[in-house]
C-alpha cells in the first residue's frame, strides 16, 4: 500500500527519518509492502512546500544539506503555515516532530489537533502534546478512525512504547521504573570517572548531549514528562508532568558519587511510577541502585525501563534513549505499524 | 469482538492461559473489546469436548484440578480426536499448545496445517512445528488469508518475538545473542555458589526446572531452537536445529566457572545468530561474559536477548522465559494482537 506522508519539522528527527526511507526503499517495498510518497514538509527554517505528485526525499536532505530552502529547489504549493499545509497536504499521514514547548504543548497539539480532525492519522515524536493532552488526543483519534501513534516520544527508537501497548498486551503493569535521560545518565557516569557535576555537565554540552541551558535534564523535567506518558499508558491515567515529584541531580557531589561506590551502589537518577490505594503516583528522583543490578550496569547515555507485571515479573528493556536516526527508527516503525492497521481494512 | 477458541493441549500452558481468560474476563472486554468464547477443548490427558454455544473455562480448570475427564463435566461433541476436532470445533483461532516431538514437529505440525488450510487463525507455543516449517506455515497463513502467531515459542510471554517483529519494524538486525535456556543458566548460577554440574542438575531437577532427562537443556537443544526461530524471523532464513552449532554445558567444571569469576567473568550458555558473506549463521556455546555488563546479571532461570541493529545499536530485553502462567500470557499477548487486526478488518 502507498501511505502519503506530510513531514512537520524537519530539523534533526525529520531528516533523520527522511533519510531512513531514502535508504530503506525498496527494503519497506519487499518486506512490508510499504510505499511511501512523500507530499509535503514544512519548516519553521527550511520553508514549506506542498506537491501532491510526490517530493522527491533525497532531494529534500541535499538541499537543506547545502543549505538551501526546500521552496528554492522544490515546485509546488509553496509558504503555507502548518495548520494550513495540513489541510492542503492531501496526506494519509502527518508526522509531527517540531520543537516542544512543554507548557503549552505548542505548535504540535495545535497541529496534532487539526490533523486529527481532518481524519488524517498521526504519527509524532513530539512529548509535549502527548503529556499535556494524552487523553483527549487519543479519545480524538478514536472518534475519527484514526491512528495517533507516538512511540519516539520514550527513549527515542527503543522500542519502549509498544513493548508496553503491545509486548505486555494483557498484563497488567504494576510499576514501571526507568532510566529514562541520557543527558544526566551519562553527567552521572562521568562523575564516577572524577569529574564534579559542572565539568560533566560541561563535557554533556561539549559533546552535544546536554543543551546550553541544560534545566529539562538536569532538573529532570524530560525524564519527569517521559515517566508521565508510560503512566498514563499503563494505567489509563491522564498524569501531567506537575504531577511528578521531582528532583534533579545538581546537589549531587562528586563524594556522594565515591561513597556509593565504595558501597557497591552507583547513583542514578531514576523515574517510577505505581498505583496504590490513593490513585497514580510519579516520581524522578536520584536514586542509589546495585552495581551488581541491570539498572546498575546502565552506563553513559544508555537509557532502561522495567515494567513490573502480574504474569512475567520484571521485564526490562534497554537501549539508546536519543538521537535523529534513533528518532526516525521510531517513527519508521510506527509507520509500518499503522500500515499493517491499514492493510486489514482494505482485505 | 467475541473470537470463539479451540485449545489443543490442556497441559501447563493450556491451564495458565485459561486461568488469565478467567481471571481477566472483564479487563480484556473493558479494555481491548474482547471476548473471548471457549468453543473447545482437546487434551490427550483430559478429553476431547466441542460445544459451540460454550464451554465455561473456570469449570474446565475445575474439573482438572478435582482430577476428572473434560468428558465427565461438559456437554457437546466428545471424544473427537485432534484433527476431527479442529475441523468439528467452528472456531475462529486454534490454540495449539501440546508437546512438541522436535525431530518431526508432531503431533503439533499437523494440527497448525489442518487450521491454516481450514482458514482458521492460529496462536501456537509449540516450539517444533514453527522451527521446522517456519517458511511453509507463514506461507501457508499468508495464502489462506489468516494469522499464524507464536510470541510463546521463544522467552515464554517476556515479548522476543513482538520486540523483533514489531518493536524494532524497520531496523536491520545484524546479529542476535540470547541467554534463552533458563535451566542452564539456574545450573550455571548455582556452581558459581559452589555446586558441581552434577549437584547444581539434581537441585534443578528438584526444583522442577530441568526434566529427568535433562538433555534437551544441558545439551543445548531447547536455544538451538530458540536462535532458530528467532533468526529464521530477523533474517527472513530457513534455519533448522541441526543448522545451529551447538555445544552444551556438560563439559563445564566448577574450576572453570570459579577461574572465570576471579576474572571478572561468568560463563554463560550464549546462543547467537548472525548473517555473514556466505550466509546466516547460529550456534550455542558457553562463553565468559563480563560481570558488568547485561549478560553477566542475568542470573537464575531469567532470559535475555540482544538484538544488535542498524539505527538503535544495541537493544536488550530481560525477563521470565519459563512458566505456565507466562507462556498463557504470551497466547493472551497474541490473542490481543490478533483481535486488534480483525478490528481493522470489520470497521
Chains 1, 2 share one sequence.
Not at 484514526?146 to 503493569?173: D, E, H, N, Q
Not at 546550553?212 to 529532570?220: E, G, K, N
Not at 498514563?232 to 562528586?254: C, E, T, Y
Request: glycine fraction near 10%; charge should be neutral; include cysteine.
Amino acid at each position: 500500500m502507498e501511505l502519503k506522508l506530510a513531514l512537520i519539522g524537519f530539523g534533526v528527527v525529520g531528516r533523520g527519518f527522511t533519510d531512513l526511507i531514502v535508504r530503506k526503499k525498496d527494503y519497506l517495498a519487499s518486506k512490508y509492502g510499504l510505499n511511501v510518497k512523500l507530499v509535503g514538509i514544512c519548516d519553521i527554517k527550511w520553508g514549506s512546500v506542498i506537491n501532491t505528485s510526490g517530493l522527491d526525499p533525497l532531494k529534500a536532505l541535499t538541499a537543506v544539506w547545502a543549505g538551501k530552502s526546500l521552496e528554492e529547489v522544490f515546485e509546488g504549493i509553496k509558504g503555507a503555515r502548518a495548520l494550513e499545509f495540513i489541510e492542503l497536504s492531501d496526506a494519509d499521514v502527518v508526522v509531527e516532530m517540531t520543537w516542544t514547548n512543554i507548557e503549552t504543548g505548542e505548535p504540535g497539539l495545535s497541529h496534532i489537533r487539526k490533523a486529527l480532525n481532518l481524519g488524517k492519522h498521526v504519527i509524532t515524536t513530539n512529548k509535549g502534546p502527548i503529556v499535556l493532552a494524552y487523553r483527549e488526543l487519543t479519545d480524538l483519534a478514536r472518534s475519527k478512525g484514526v491512528k495517533l501513534l507516538f512511540s519516539g516520544t520514550v527513549m527515542s527508537g527503543t522500542p519502549s512504547i509498544r513493548t508496553l501497548i503491545r509486548g505486555l498486551a494483557g498484563c497488567y503493569v504494576n510499576e514501571i521504573a526507568g532510566i529514562l535521560n541520557g543527558t544526566t545518565n551519562y553527567i552521572l557516569t562521568k562523575m564516577e570517572d572524577g569529574l564534579t557535576f559542572e565539568e560533566a555537565l560541561r563535557d554533556a554540552q561539549l559533546k552535544g548531549y546536554a543543551e546550553a541551558d541544560p534545566s529539562m535534564d538536569v532538573d529532570a523535567w524530560d525524564p519527569a514528562i517521559k515517566i508521565a506518558i508510560l503512566a498514563n499508558i499503563a494505567f489509563d491515567a491522564d498524569l501531567k508532568p506537575k504531577d511528578v515529584v521531582r528532583k534533579g541531580i545538581r546537589g549531587i557531589r562528586l563524594e556522594d558519587i565515591k561513597d556509593a561506590l565504595r558501597r557497591g551502589k552507583r547513583i542514578k537518577l531514576v523515574a517510577r511510577a505505581w498505583r496504590d490505594s490513593s490513585g497514580i503516583k510519579a516520581k524522578v528522583t536520584p536514586e542509589e541502585v546495585d552495581i551488581n543490578s541491570f539498572f546498575g550496569q546502565v552506563s553513559g547515555t544508555t537509557n532502561a525501563v522495567m515494567y513490573s507485571t502480574d504474569s512475567l515479573g520484571d521485564v526490562y528493556l534497554i537501549g539508546r534513549g536519543a538521537g535523529g536516526e534513533e528518532a526516525g527508527q521510531a517513527v519508521l516503525a510506527d509507520l509500518i505499524e499503522l500500515h499493517s492497521l491499514l492493510e486489514e481494512r482494505i482485505r
